[in-house]
């Protein structure tokens, strides 16, 4: 017999719906609910706005299991529920602002991942203060959370090209600040 901790997401998943037992999602969220809380805060800065809103996405994922197919980690799933939550919830206190659908290309060139992930911790922590929601949130899930450009075209609902120029936006946005900041890309 396999402990409850050594169930897999899928096989929880598969328990939760068959059951509706709370215990079993009780487990999802114990292996899950600090990244959501951080994943909040970085777009909040306020704790117990970020404890709100972890929350409210655990409740949402609950109430939605049934839709997860199972095409992607159940994690990829969630912190794309993560993001679109936190992401409506700034749009509706008019934080941010759409961004436009149709994408102009940038004349910056490309910033090679190599020289965006050699930037200092210390610079970047600043530099993701200082960019909008919208970057941060397609930064994180591709480089924090790992995402494929296909899992963020569905996160999104966005095309490739999109989704690429927006992550490219996004990382050269992040290497000017950090220039500014005496930290040369070279």
């Keep these: 017999m396999t402990t409850n901790e050594a169930l897999t997401d899928i096989e929880l998943i598969a328990r939760i719906t068959r059951t509706n037992d709370p215990h079993w999602f009780g487990i999802l969220y114990d292996r899950y609910s600090k990244r959501v809380y951080n994943k909040c805060l970085m777009f909040v800065k306020d704790p117990t706005e970020a404890e709100d809103l972890a929350h409210d996405i655990f409740v949402k994922a ?18 794309s529920i993560t993001y679109n939550f936190c992401i409506s919830y700034l749009r509706s206190r008019k934080d941010i602002c ?17 020289d965006f992930l050699s930037l200092r911790v210390m610079h970047l922590e600043q530099a993701l203060t200082e960019i909008s929601p919208l970057e941060k949130m397609i930064l994180l899930m ?8 296909k899992e963020i075209q569905d996160a999104l609902n966005l095309g490739e090209s999109a989704v690429k120029m927006r992550l490219k936006r996004s990382k050269n946005r992040v290497v000017e600040l950090c220039n500014n900041y005496k930290q040369p890309i070279t």
Excluded at 62 to 79: A, E, I, N, P, V
């Design 142 to 149: 591709k480089y924090q959370d790992d995402m494929s450009i």
């Design 98 to 114: 759409e961004m436009p659908e149709n994408e102009i290309a940038c004349a910056q060139d490309e910033v090679p991942d190599e």
């Design 62 to 79: 609950f109430l939605h299991l049934k839709q997860f197919r199972g095409s992607s980690l159940f994690s990829t799933w969630l912190f």
